[in-house]
Protein backbone atom coordinates (compact mmCIF):
# COMPACT_ATOMS: atom_id res chain seq x y z
CA UNK A 1 0.00 0.00 0.00
CA UNK A 2 2.84 2.73 -0.98
CA UNK A 3 0.22 5.34 -2.65
CA UNK A 4 -1.10 5.18 1.28
CA UNK A 5 2.28 6.26 2.29
CA UNK A 6 2.05 9.64 3.70
CA UNK A 7 -1.64 9.65 4.36
CA UNK A 8 -3.95 9.52 7.40
CA UNK A 9 -6.89 7.31 8.60
CA UNK A 10 -9.47 8.53 11.74
CA UNK A 11 -9.90 5.24 13.72
CA UNK A 12 -11.76 5.34 16.87
CA UNK A 13 -10.81 8.45 18.17
CA UNK A 14 -7.31 8.56 16.67
CA UNK A 15 -5.76 9.70 13.79
CA UNK A 16 -3.00 6.94 11.91
CA UNK A 17 -0.88 6.32 9.72
CA UNK A 18 -3.11 5.05 6.44
CA UNK A 19 -0.83 2.27 5.16
CA UNK A 20 -0.52 0.42 8.72
CA UNK A 21 -3.06 -2.25 9.53
CA UNK A 22 -6.12 -0.75 11.72
CA UNK A 23 -8.93 -3.49 11.91
CA UNK A 24 -9.11 -6.93 12.97
CA UNK A 25 -9.73 -9.66 10.85
CA UNK A 26 -12.38 -10.49 13.13
CA UNK A 27 -14.61 -7.24 12.88
CA UNK A 28 -18.04 -7.77 11.06
CA UNK A 29 -17.37 -4.89 8.63
CA UNK A 30 -14.39 -7.71 7.05
CA UNK A 31 -16.21 -10.47 7.90
CA UNK A 32 -20.17 -9.92 7.42
CA UNK A 33 -20.04 -6.36 5.33
CA UNK A 34 -21.86 -5.74 9.17
CA UNK A 35 -21.72 -1.91 9.05
CA UNK A 36 -23.02 1.29 7.51
CA UNK A 37 -21.35 4.03 5.89
CA UNK A 38 -21.48 7.92 4.76
CA UNK A 39 -19.96 10.06 2.12
CA UNK A 40 -19.75 13.70 2.26
CA UNK A 41 -17.95 16.73 0.54
CA UNK A 42 -16.21 18.86 2.44
CA UNK A 43 -15.21 22.24 1.21
CA UNK A 44 -12.68 24.66 2.72
CA UNK A 45 -12.58 22.63 5.51
CA UNK A 46 -16.96 22.82 5.53
CA UNK A 47 -18.57 19.29 5.52
CA UNK A 48 -21.82 19.68 3.44
CA UNK A 49 -24.88 18.90 5.26
CA UNK A 50 -22.97 16.73 7.95
CA UNK A 51 -26.29 16.92 10.55
CA UNK A 52 -28.02 14.95 7.41
CA UNK A 53 -25.48 12.60 6.78
CA UNK A 54 -24.96 11.57 10.54
CA UNK A 55 -28.75 11.43 10.93
CA UNK A 56 -28.60 9.13 7.69
CA UNK A 57 -25.53 6.95 9.58
CA UNK A 58 -27.92 6.70 12.49
CA UNK A 59 -30.93 5.17 10.84
CA UNK A 60 -28.69 2.94 8.80
CA UNK A 61 -27.11 1.58 11.77
CA UNK A 62 -30.21 1.49 13.87
CA UNK A 63 -31.91 -0.91 10.49
CA UNK A 64 -29.48 -2.82 11.65
CA UNK A 65 -29.65 -2.17 15.38
CA UNK A 66 -26.39 -1.01 15.62
CA UNK A 67 -26.24 1.18 18.46
CA UNK A 68 -23.30 3.59 17.54
CA UNK A 69 -23.59 5.52 21.38
CA UNK A 70 -24.12 8.88 22.50
CA UNK A 71 -21.15 10.85 21.24
CA UNK A 72 -20.92 9.70 17.98
CA UNK A 73 -21.62 13.36 16.16
CA UNK A 74 -19.68 14.95 18.45
CA UNK A 75 -16.78 12.38 17.58
CA UNK A 76 -17.17 12.16 13.69
CA UNK A 77 -17.48 15.74 13.81
CA UNK A 78 -13.79 16.30 15.47
CA UNK A 79 -12.78 13.66 13.69
CA UNK A 80 -13.12 15.18 10.25
CA UNK A 81 -11.92 18.58 11.02
CA UNK A 82 -8.87 16.54 12.85
CA UNK A 83 -8.51 14.33 9.96
CA UNK A 84 -8.83 17.51 6.92
CA UNK A 85 -6.42 18.70 8.86
CA UNK A 86 -3.53 15.95 9.10
CA UNK A 87 -4.51 15.57 4.78
CA UNK A 88 -3.96 19.27 4.36
CA UNK A 89 -7.45 19.52 2.76
CA UNK A 90 -8.90 22.44 5.72
CA UNK A 91 -7.60 25.54 4.00
CA UNK A 92 -9.95 27.81 2.57
CA UNK A 93 -9.01 25.75 -1.18
CA UNK A 94 -9.17 22.01 0.36
CA UNK A 95 -12.14 20.53 -1.67
CA UNK A 96 -12.70 17.17 -0.18
CA UNK A 97 -14.68 13.57 -0.44
CA UNK A 98 -15.24 12.45 2.96
CA UNK A 99 -15.96 9.01 4.20
CA UNK A 100 -17.68 7.70 7.41
CA UNK A 101 -17.38 3.67 7.92
CA UNK A 102 -19.12 2.27 11.21
CA UNK A 103 -18.71 -1.52 11.61
CA UNK A 104 -20.22 -3.41 14.62
CA UNK A 105 -16.91 -3.87 15.41
CA UNK A 106 -14.70 -7.18 16.50
CA UNK A 107 -16.13 -10.13 17.70
CA UNK A 108 -14.04 -13.30 19.23
CA UNK A 109 -17.25 -15.47 18.06
CA UNK A 110 -18.42 -16.61 14.77
CA UNK A 111 -21.45 -16.63 13.14
CA UNK A 112 -23.92 -14.19 11.98
CA UNK A 113 -25.76 -13.33 15.22
CA UNK A 114 -23.66 -10.19 16.72
CA UNK A 115 -22.22 -10.01 20.63
CA UNK A 116 -24.02 -8.82 23.44
CA UNK A 117 -22.49 -5.82 24.08
CA UNK A 118 -20.97 -4.98 20.40
CA UNK A 119 -18.15 -1.97 20.67
CA UNK A 120 -18.60 -0.39 16.98
CA UNK A 121 -15.10 0.26 14.52
CA UNK A 122 -15.49 3.80 13.26
CA UNK A 123 -13.65 4.90 10.62
CA UNK A 124 -12.84 8.47 8.69
CA UNK A 125 -11.22 8.54 5.43
CA UNK A 126 -9.92 11.83 3.32
CA UNK A 127 -9.56 12.12 -0.39
CA UNK A 128 -8.81 15.30 -2.31
CA UNK A 129 -11.99 15.55 -4.72
CA UNK A 130 -10.29 15.35 -8.28
CA UNK A 131 -11.67 17.81 -11.31
CA UNK A 132 -14.65 16.28 -12.72
CA UNK A 133 -13.53 14.79 -15.87
CA UNK A 134 -14.73 16.89 -18.90
CA UNK A 135 -16.17 13.38 -20.26
CA UNK A 136 -18.78 13.82 -17.71
CA UNK A 137 -19.94 17.43 -17.95
CA UNK A 138 -19.21 17.76 -21.74
CA UNK A 139 -20.35 14.50 -23.40
CA UNK A 140 -22.79 13.39 -20.31
CA UNK A 141 -22.66 9.96 -18.59
CA UNK A 142 -23.75 6.81 -20.50
CA UNK A 143 -26.16 4.56 -18.21
CA UNK A 144 -26.93 0.65 -18.61
CA UNK A 145 -29.37 -1.44 -16.70
CA UNK A 146 -28.01 -3.80 -13.79
CA UNK A 147 -28.79 -7.57 -13.83
CA UNK A 148 -29.13 -6.97 -10.39
CA UNK A 149 -32.34 -5.48 -9.02
CA UNK A 150 -33.77 -3.88 -5.85
CA UNK A 151 -36.59 -5.14 -3.45
CA UNK A 152 -38.50 -2.39 -2.95
CA UNK A 153 -40.21 -4.55 0.00
CA UNK A 154 -36.66 -5.12 1.59
CA UNK A 155 -36.34 -3.57 5.23
CA UNK A 156 -32.72 -2.67 3.97
CA UNK A 157 -33.42 -1.09 1.16
CA UNK A 158 -32.97 2.59 2.77
CA UNK A 159 -30.17 1.66 5.15
CA UNK A 160 -26.54 2.90 3.58
CA UNK A 161 -24.57 -1.03 4.56
CA UNK A 162 -21.51 -1.68 3.94
CA UNK A 163 -22.52 -5.12 1.98
CA UNK A 164 -21.28 -3.56 -1.03
CA UNK A 165 -21.38 -6.11 -3.58
CA UNK A 166 -24.32 -6.32 -5.59
CA UNK A 167 -23.31 -2.47 -6.12
CA UNK A 168 -19.40 -3.18 -7.12
CA UNK A 169 -20.96 -6.21 -9.52
CA UNK A 170 -23.22 -3.21 -10.93
CA UNK A 171 -20.63 -1.00 -11.85
CA UNK A 172 -18.20 -3.42 -13.33
CA UNK A 173 -21.20 -4.90 -15.31
CA UNK A 174 -21.54 -0.89 -16.57
CA UNK A 175 -17.86 -0.74 -17.35
CA UNK A 176 -18.07 -4.27 -19.29
CA UNK A 177 -21.01 -2.65 -21.40
CA UNK A 178 -19.31 0.09 -22.22
CA UNK A 179 -21.51 2.54 -19.87
CA UNK A 180 -20.25 5.22 -17.12
CA UNK A 181 -22.79 3.66 -14.84
CA UNK A 182 -25.38 1.30 -14.02
CA UNK A 183 -29.06 2.08 -13.01
CA UNK A 184 -31.12 -0.42 -11.02
CA UNK A 185 -34.56 -1.35 -11.34
CA UNK A 186 -36.58 -3.04 -8.99
CA UNK A 187 -37.70 -6.43 -8.86
CA UNK A 188 -41.21 -5.19 -10.10
CA UNK A 189 -39.83 -3.25 -12.82
CA UNK A 190 -39.66 0.00 -11.83
CA UNK A 191 -36.68 2.55 -12.03
CA UNK A 192 -34.35 2.96 -8.63
CA UNK A 193 -31.02 5.03 -8.53
CA UNK A 194 -28.06 4.32 -9.96
CA UNK A 195 -24.94 2.69 -7.65
CA UNK A 196 -24.13 5.39 -5.95
CA UNK A 197 -26.56 8.29 -7.01
CA UNK A 198 -30.02 9.33 -7.29
CA UNK A 199 -31.81 9.90 -10.75
CA UNK A 200 -33.63 12.70 -11.76
CA UNK A 201 -35.83 13.35 -15.27
CA UNK A 202 -36.80 16.44 -16.68
CA UNK A 203 -39.69 16.31 -18.38
CA UNK A 204 -41.59 19.79 -19.68
CA UNK A 205 -41.43 21.70 -16.60
CA UNK A 206 -41.99 18.81 -14.41
CA UNK A 207 -38.36 17.38 -12.81
CA UNK A 208 -39.30 13.63 -11.36
CA UNK A 209 -37.24 11.30 -9.72
CA UNK A 210 -38.08 7.99 -8.14
CA UNK A 211 -40.28 8.31 -4.52
CA UNK A 212 -38.89 6.79 -1.79
CA UNK A 213 -40.60 3.47 -2.01
CA UNK A 214 -38.43 2.33 -5.24
CA UNK A 215 -35.93 1.16 -3.29
CA UNK A 216 -33.68 3.79 -3.48
CA UNK A 217 -31.29 5.65 -0.98
CA UNK A 218 -33.22 9.09 0.41
CA UNK A 219 -29.91 10.96 -0.56
CA UNK A 220 -29.11 14.12 0.52
CA UNK A 221 -28.58 16.05 -2.81
CA UNK A 222 -31.88 14.55 -3.49
CA UNK A 223 -33.30 16.56 -0.86
CA UNK A 224 -31.67 19.32 -1.86
CA UNK A 225 -32.30 19.05 -5.40
CA UNK A 226 -36.07 18.70 -4.49
CA UNK A 227 -36.34 21.83 -2.55
CA UNK A 228 -34.44 23.97 -5.13
CA UNK A 229 -36.65 22.56 -8.48
CA UNK A 230 -39.57 24.50 -6.72
CA UNK A 231 -37.71 27.72 -6.52
CA UNK A 232 -35.99 27.48 -9.99
CA UNK A 233 -39.41 27.17 -11.58
CA UNK A 234 -39.33 23.27 -11.96
CA UNK A 235 -41.98 21.42 -10.44
CA UNK A 236 -40.18 18.30 -8.67
CA UNK A 237 -42.38 15.25 -8.53
CA UNK A 238 -41.39 11.68 -6.56
CA UNK A 239 -43.08 8.75 -8.35
CA UNK A 240 -42.97 5.73 -9.60
CA UNK A 241 -41.19 5.24 -13.04
CA UNK A 242 -40.55 3.03 -15.96
CA UNK A 243 -36.95 3.07 -17.97
CA UNK A 244 -39.25 3.99 -20.81
CA UNK A 245 -40.03 7.25 -19.22
CA UNK A 246 -35.98 7.86 -19.15
CA UNK A 247 -35.60 6.66 -22.51
CA UNK A 248 -38.06 9.29 -23.03
CA UNK A 249 -37.04 12.65 -21.16
CA UNK A 250 -36.13 15.43 -22.48
CA UNK A 251 -33.08 15.28 -19.89
CA UNK A 252 -32.03 13.44 -16.94
CA UNK A 253 -28.78 13.67 -14.38
CA UNK A 254 -27.51 11.97 -11.94
CA UNK A 255 -26.75 13.52 -8.35
CA UNK A 256 -24.65 12.59 -5.13
CA UNK A 257 -23.07 14.48 -2.33
CA UNK A 258 -18.94 14.27 -3.80
CA UNK A 259 -19.89 14.56 -7.58
CA UNK A 260 -22.43 16.88 -7.33
CA UNK A 261 -24.99 17.03 -10.28
CA UNK A 262 -24.03 15.05 -13.63
CA UNK A 263 -25.68 14.76 -16.77
CA UNK A 264 -27.03 11.20 -18.33
CA UNK A 265 -26.76 11.04 -22.23
CA UNK A 266 -27.39 7.55 -23.06
CA UNK A 267 -29.43 4.59 -21.82
CA UNK A 268 -28.86 1.22 -23.19
CA UNK A 269 -27.04 2.92 -25.93
CA UNK A 270 -29.95 5.60 -26.85
CA UNK A 271 -29.38 8.92 -26.49
CA UNK A 272 -31.91 10.84 -23.83
CA UNK A 273 -33.12 14.06 -25.67
CA UNK A 274 -31.14 15.77 -27.52
CA UNK A 275 -28.10 13.84 -26.30
CA UNK A 276 -26.31 16.49 -24.82
CA UNK A 277 -26.27 17.57 -21.46
CA UNK A 278 -29.33 19.92 -20.73
CA UNK A 279 -29.96 23.51 -19.55
CA UNK A 280 -31.71 22.37 -16.55
CA UNK A 281 -29.21 19.84 -15.43
CA UNK A 282 -26.55 22.70 -15.77
CA UNK A 283 -28.05 25.16 -13.87
CA UNK A 284 -29.18 22.76 -11.09
CA UNK A 285 -25.80 21.59 -10.90
CA UNK A 286 -23.77 25.20 -10.97
CA UNK A 287 -26.73 26.20 -8.24
CA UNK A 288 -25.48 22.99 -6.37
CA UNK A 289 -21.53 23.90 -6.73
CA UNK A 290 -22.28 27.09 -5.61
CA UNK A 291 -24.16 25.37 -2.44
CA UNK A 292 -21.12 23.41 -1.56
CA UNK A 293 -18.88 25.96 -1.89
CA UNK A 294 -20.90 28.62 0.74
CA UNK A 295 -23.93 26.39 2.15
CA UNK A 296 -24.49 29.57 4.04
CA UNK A 297 -24.71 32.34 1.11
CA UNK B 1 -10.70 -7.89 22.24
CA UNK B 2 -10.16 -9.78 25.29
CA UNK B 3 -11.06 -12.74 24.63
CA UNK B 4 -9.27 -13.00 21.81
CA UNK B 5 -6.29 -13.24 23.86
CA UNK B 6 -3.42 -16.28 23.06
CA UNK B 7 -5.83 -16.83 20.01
CA UNK B 8 -4.04 -16.56 16.31
CA UNK B 9 -5.29 -15.84 13.07
CA UNK B 10 -3.62 -16.77 9.41
CA UNK B 11 -3.43 -13.76 7.06
CA UNK B 12 -1.67 -13.62 3.54
CA UNK B 13 0.47 -16.84 4.49
CA UNK B 14 1.55 -15.61 8.48
CA UNK B 15 -0.26 -16.65 11.29
CA UNK B 16 -0.72 -13.77 13.65
CA UNK B 17 -2.06 -12.87 17.01
CA UNK B 18 -5.59 -12.75 17.09
CA UNK B 19 -5.79 -9.44 18.85
CA UNK B 20 -3.81 -7.03 17.07
CA UNK B 21 -4.68 -5.24 13.98
CA UNK B 22 -4.70 -6.88 10.63
CA UNK B 23 -6.46 -5.16 8.05
CA UNK B 24 -6.14 -1.90 6.53
CA UNK B 25 -9.17 0.60 6.94
CA UNK B 26 -9.39 0.91 3.19
CA UNK B 27 -9.60 -3.10 2.59
CA UNK B 28 -12.78 -3.11 0.45
CA UNK B 29 -13.49 -6.29 2.13
CA UNK B 30 -14.07 -3.76 5.10
CA UNK B 31 -15.16 -0.62 3.28
CA UNK B 32 -17.38 -2.37 0.60
CA UNK B 33 -18.25 -6.53 1.91
CA UNK B 34 -16.06 -6.66 -1.66
CA UNK B 35 -15.17 -10.26 -0.79
CA UNK B 36 -15.91 -14.19 -0.51
CA UNK B 37 -15.83 -17.15 2.16
CA UNK B 38 -16.41 -20.22 3.32
CA UNK B 39 -16.85 -22.16 6.38
CA UNK B 40 -16.15 -25.88 6.64
CA UNK B 41 -15.44 -28.37 9.55
CA UNK B 42 -11.87 -30.18 10.78
CA UNK B 43 -11.92 -33.16 12.54
CA UNK B 44 -9.03 -34.58 13.89
CA UNK B 45 -7.50 -31.71 12.07
CA UNK B 46 -8.35 -33.20 8.51
CA UNK B 47 -10.40 -30.58 6.82
CA UNK B 48 -14.32 -31.83 5.52
CA UNK B 49 -14.47 -31.66 1.37
CA UNK B 50 -12.07 -28.91 1.38
CA UNK B 51 -11.57 -29.03 -2.47
CA UNK B 52 -15.56 -28.19 -2.75
CA UNK B 53 -14.81 -25.32 -0.72
CA UNK B 54 -11.89 -24.21 -2.23
CA UNK B 55 -14.02 -24.77 -5.81
CA UNK B 56 -16.81 -22.84 -4.52
CA UNK B 57 -14.89 -19.94 -3.02
CA UNK B 58 -13.18 -19.78 -6.42
CA UNK B 59 -16.29 -19.32 -8.94
CA UNK B 60 -17.97 -16.72 -5.58
CA UNK B 61 -14.60 -15.08 -6.01
CA UNK B 62 -14.87 -15.05 -10.01
CA UNK B 63 -18.29 -14.23 -10.04
CA UNK B 64 -17.45 -10.94 -8.66
CA UNK B 65 -14.27 -10.57 -10.98
CA UNK B 66 -11.55 -11.45 -8.35
CA UNK B 67 -8.21 -12.91 -9.38
CA UNK B 68 -7.36 -14.88 -6.32
CA UNK B 69 -3.98 -16.16 -7.87
CA UNK B 70 -2.60 -19.48 -8.78
CA UNK B 71 -1.60 -20.51 -5.47
CA UNK B 72 -4.66 -20.21 -3.65
CA UNK B 73 -5.34 -23.47 -3.06
CA UNK B 74 -2.13 -24.82 -1.68
CA UNK B 75 -1.73 -21.52 0.40
CA UNK B 76 -4.89 -22.53 1.72
CA UNK B 77 -4.54 -25.74 2.88
CA UNK B 78 -1.24 -25.32 4.54
CA UNK B 79 -2.94 -22.32 6.23
CA UNK B 80 -5.32 -24.14 7.65
CA UNK B 81 -2.86 -26.96 8.85
CA UNK B 82 -0.63 -24.26 10.69
CA UNK B 83 -3.47 -22.50 12.16
CA UNK B 84 -5.49 -25.33 13.48
CA UNK B 85 -1.72 -26.19 15.02
CA UNK B 86 -1.53 -23.35 16.47
CA UNK B 87 -4.88 -23.33 18.02
CA UNK B 88 -4.29 -27.01 19.19
CA UNK B 89 -7.05 -28.22 16.80
CA UNK B 90 -5.08 -30.19 14.48
CA UNK B 91 -4.76 -33.31 16.95
CA UNK B 92 -7.10 -36.48 16.92
CA UNK B 93 -9.77 -34.92 18.98
CA UNK B 94 -9.46 -31.66 17.51
CA UNK B 95 -13.33 -30.33 16.31
CA UNK B 96 -13.26 -26.98 14.39
CA UNK B 97 -14.80 -24.71 12.71
CA UNK B 98 -12.46 -23.11 9.66
CA UNK B 99 -13.46 -20.06 8.08
CA UNK B 100 -11.61 -18.67 4.75
CA UNK B 101 -12.32 -15.12 3.71
CA UNK B 102 -10.56 -13.09 0.93
CA UNK B 103 -11.25 -9.81 -0.20
CA UNK B 104 -10.43 -7.96 -2.98
CA UNK B 105 -7.63 -5.88 -0.71
CA UNK B 106 -6.87 -2.73 -0.11
CA UNK B 107 -7.25 -0.30 -1.99
CA UNK B 108 -5.95 4.06 -1.56
CA UNK B 109 -8.28 4.76 -4.02
CA UNK B 110 -12.53 5.53 -3.32
CA UNK B 111 -15.44 4.52 -5.02
CA UNK B 112 -16.67 1.39 -6.27
CA UNK B 113 -14.55 0.68 -9.11
CA UNK B 114 -11.69 -1.51 -8.01
CA UNK B 115 -7.61 -0.84 -8.52
CA UNK B 116 -6.15 -2.28 -11.99
CA UNK B 117 -3.91 -4.55 -10.22
CA UNK B 118 -5.94 -5.71 -7.20
CA UNK B 119 -4.10 -7.87 -4.47
CA UNK B 120 -6.64 -9.68 -2.35
CA UNK B 121 -6.45 -10.08 1.46
CA UNK B 122 -7.03 -13.92 2.26
CA UNK B 123 -8.17 -14.85 6.12
CA UNK B 124 -8.13 -18.00 7.37
CA UNK B 125 -9.69 -18.07 11.36
CA UNK B 126 -10.67 -21.08 12.98
CA UNK B 127 -13.09 -21.91 16.20
CA UNK B 128 -13.12 -24.98 18.53
CA UNK B 129 -16.79 -26.50 17.68
CA UNK B 130 -18.75 -26.90 20.72
CA UNK B 131 -21.54 -29.72 21.41
CA UNK B 132 -24.72 -28.98 19.50
CA UNK B 133 -27.08 -27.78 21.63
CA UNK B 134 -29.55 -29.98 23.13
CA UNK B 135 -32.20 -28.37 21.98
CA UNK B 136 -31.76 -28.26 19.22
CA UNK B 137 -30.96 -31.38 18.23
CA UNK B 138 -34.02 -32.71 20.92
CA UNK B 139 -36.68 -30.07 20.42
CA UNK B 140 -35.45 -29.18 16.88
CA UNK B 141 -35.21 -25.91 15.63
CA UNK B 142 -38.07 -22.92 14.93
CA UNK B 143 -38.40 -21.28 11.84
CA UNK B 144 -39.91 -18.27 11.10
CA UNK B 145 -40.09 -16.23 7.13
CA UNK B 146 -37.55 -13.36 6.90
CA UNK B 147 -39.15 -10.31 5.50
CA UNK B 148 -35.44 -10.29 3.68
CA UNK B 149 -36.39 -11.94 0.12
CA UNK B 150 -33.88 -13.51 -2.14
CA UNK B 151 -34.11 -12.51 -6.15
CA UNK B 152 -33.60 -15.54 -7.51
CA UNK B 153 -32.37 -13.55 -11.14
CA UNK B 154 -29.61 -11.91 -9.14
CA UNK B 155 -26.13 -12.58 -10.88
CA UNK B 156 -24.73 -12.89 -6.99
CA UNK B 157 -27.48 -15.54 -6.00
CA UNK B 158 -25.29 -18.35 -5.64
CA UNK B 159 -22.19 -16.26 -4.67
CA UNK B 160 -21.03 -16.41 -0.80
CA UNK B 161 -20.09 -12.56 -0.69
CA UNK B 162 -19.29 -10.87 2.48
CA UNK B 163 -22.02 -8.72 1.92
CA UNK B 164 -23.56 -10.30 4.71
CA UNK B 165 -26.19 -7.50 5.81
CA UNK B 166 -28.97 -9.24 4.89
CA UNK B 167 -28.20 -12.27 6.26
CA UNK B 168 -27.45 -10.41 9.96
CA UNK B 169 -30.73 -8.44 9.78
CA UNK B 170 -32.54 -11.80 9.05
CA UNK B 171 -30.75 -13.39 12.16
CA UNK B 172 -31.72 -10.86 14.63
CA UNK B 173 -35.37 -10.83 12.99
CA UNK B 174 -35.42 -14.45 13.77
CA UNK B 175 -34.16 -13.68 17.23
CA UNK B 176 -37.19 -11.02 17.97
CA UNK B 177 -39.66 -13.51 16.73
CA UNK B 178 -38.67 -15.86 18.80
CA UNK B 179 -37.64 -18.24 16.35
CA UNK B 180 -33.72 -19.68 16.10
CA UNK B 181 -33.52 -19.17 12.48
CA UNK B 182 -35.21 -16.97 9.62
CA UNK B 183 -36.00 -18.45 6.59
CA UNK B 184 -35.83 -16.70 3.21
CA UNK B 185 -38.04 -16.82 0.44
CA UNK B 186 -37.65 -16.04 -3.08
CA UNK B 187 -38.95 -12.80 -4.70
CA UNK B 188 -41.39 -14.77 -6.48
CA UNK B 189 -42.65 -16.73 -3.34
CA UNK B 190 -40.84 -19.84 -3.79
CA UNK B 191 -38.67 -21.34 -0.48
CA UNK B 192 -35.23 -20.36 -0.86
CA UNK B 193 -32.32 -21.05 2.32
CA UNK B 194 -31.98 -20.60 6.09
CA UNK B 195 -28.92 -17.77 6.89
CA UNK B 196 -26.70 -19.81 6.85
CA UNK B 197 -27.90 -23.68 5.87
CA UNK B 198 -29.98 -24.95 3.30
CA UNK B 199 -33.30 -27.13 3.85
CA UNK B 200 -34.65 -30.43 3.21
CA UNK B 201 -38.43 -31.67 3.29
CA UNK B 202 -39.47 -35.23 4.16
CA UNK B 203 -42.76 -36.29 2.06
CA UNK B 204 -43.43 -39.65 2.21
CA UNK B 205 -40.27 -41.90 0.57
CA UNK B 206 -39.35 -38.33 -1.41
CA UNK B 207 -36.39 -35.79 0.49
CA UNK B 208 -36.98 -32.26 -1.42
CA UNK B 209 -35.19 -29.49 -1.50
CA UNK B 210 -34.89 -26.10 -3.21
CA UNK B 211 -33.65 -26.45 -6.74
CA UNK B 212 -30.30 -24.19 -7.69
CA UNK B 213 -32.67 -21.54 -9.48
CA UNK B 214 -34.36 -20.88 -5.77
CA UNK B 215 -31.32 -18.38 -5.01
CA UNK B 216 -29.70 -20.71 -2.97
CA UNK B 217 -26.11 -21.52 -2.08
CA UNK B 218 -25.11 -24.80 -3.52
CA UNK B 219 -24.13 -26.04 -0.09
CA UNK B 220 -21.07 -28.84 -0.16
CA UNK B 221 -23.20 -31.04 2.52
CA UNK B 222 -26.37 -30.26 0.98
CA UNK B 223 -24.66 -32.02 -2.17
CA UNK B 224 -23.95 -34.77 0.24
CA UNK B 225 -27.70 -35.08 1.08
CA UNK B 226 -28.81 -35.29 -2.55
CA UNK B 227 -26.11 -38.61 -3.15
CA UNK B 228 -26.63 -39.99 0.60
CA UNK B 229 -30.82 -40.06 0.04
CA UNK B 230 -30.96 -42.62 -2.51
CA UNK B 231 -28.45 -45.19 -1.22
CA UNK B 232 -30.52 -44.84 1.99
CA UNK B 233 -33.91 -45.10 0.25
CA UNK B 234 -35.48 -41.96 -0.18
CA UNK B 235 -35.72 -40.00 -3.69
CA UNK B 236 -33.78 -36.86 -3.83
CA UNK B 237 -35.73 -34.00 -5.27
CA UNK B 238 -34.85 -30.95 -6.49
CA UNK B 239 -38.06 -28.56 -7.14
CA UNK B 240 -39.77 -25.32 -6.58
CA UNK B 241 -41.18 -25.59 -3.20
CA UNK B 242 -43.74 -23.23 -1.51
CA UNK B 243 -43.50 -22.52 2.43
CA UNK B 244 -46.98 -24.22 2.62
CA UNK B 245 -44.78 -27.43 1.20
CA UNK B 246 -42.70 -26.89 4.47
CA UNK B 247 -45.80 -26.95 6.74
CA UNK B 248 -46.94 -29.79 5.38
CA UNK B 249 -43.58 -31.78 5.76
CA UNK B 250 -43.74 -35.01 7.68
CA UNK B 251 -40.01 -33.87 8.47
CA UNK B 252 -37.86 -31.03 7.77
CA UNK B 253 -34.25 -30.31 8.36
CA UNK B 254 -31.11 -27.87 7.97
CA UNK B 255 -27.87 -28.67 7.10
CA UNK B 256 -24.44 -26.64 6.83
CA UNK B 257 -20.92 -27.63 6.90
CA UNK B 258 -20.38 -26.54 10.73
CA UNK B 259 -23.37 -27.59 12.66
CA UNK B 260 -24.32 -30.71 10.17
CA UNK B 261 -27.83 -31.45 10.02
CA UNK B 262 -30.27 -30.42 12.39
CA UNK B 263 -34.24 -30.82 12.41
CA UNK B 264 -36.77 -28.24 12.32
CA UNK B 265 -39.87 -29.08 14.46
CA UNK B 266 -41.58 -25.56 13.72
CA UNK B 267 -42.17 -23.21 10.98
CA UNK B 268 -43.94 -19.70 11.47
CA UNK B 269 -45.34 -21.29 14.91
CA UNK B 270 -47.12 -23.92 13.79
CA UNK B 271 -45.70 -27.98 14.37
CA UNK B 272 -44.23 -29.89 11.27
CA UNK B 273 -44.93 -33.51 11.08
CA UNK B 274 -45.32 -34.65 15.03
CA UNK B 275 -43.42 -31.36 15.76
CA UNK B 276 -40.11 -33.58 17.03
CA UNK B 277 -37.17 -34.42 14.72
CA UNK B 278 -38.19 -37.31 12.58
CA UNK B 279 -36.25 -40.37 12.39
CA UNK B 280 -35.02 -39.34 8.86
CA UNK B 281 -34.10 -36.40 10.16
CA UNK B 282 -32.22 -38.38 12.95
CA UNK B 283 -30.72 -40.86 10.41
CA UNK B 284 -29.17 -37.99 7.93
CA UNK B 285 -27.38 -36.35 10.88
CA UNK B 286 -26.01 -39.65 12.29
CA UNK B 287 -24.26 -40.24 8.84
CA UNK B 288 -23.25 -36.97 7.95
CA UNK B 289 -21.42 -36.96 11.63
CA UNK B 290 -19.76 -40.46 10.65
CA UNK B 291 -18.66 -38.94 7.57
CA UNK B 292 -17.24 -36.00 9.16
CA UNK B 293 -15.38 -38.15 11.49
CA UNK B 294 -14.13 -40.91 8.72
CA UNK B 295 -14.60 -39.40 4.94
CA UNK B 296 -12.49 -42.05 3.42
CA UNK B 297 -14.08 -44.68 5.61
Known amino acids: MTDLGGRHVWI ?3 IEPAHVPHISAFDRGFQLGDGVFETLRARGGRPTELPEHLARLRRSATGLDIDLGPSLERDIEAGIAALLAAEGLAGPTGDASVRITASRGAFAG ?12 VVIQAWPVPPTPRDHLERGLHLAVSAVRRD ?8 KTTSRADYVYARLEARRAGADDALFLTTDGRLSEATSANIFLVRGQELATPALDCAILPGTTRSWILGWAG ?3 LAPVESSLAASDLAAADEAFLCSSVA ?8 EGAPIGAG ?13 EAFIAAPAG
Open 12 to 14: DGR
Open 276 to 288: VPGPWTLRARAAR
Open 260 to 267: GILPVTRF
Open 110 to 121: RGLLPPEQPRPT
Open 152 to 159: PASPLAAL
Open 231 to 233: AAG
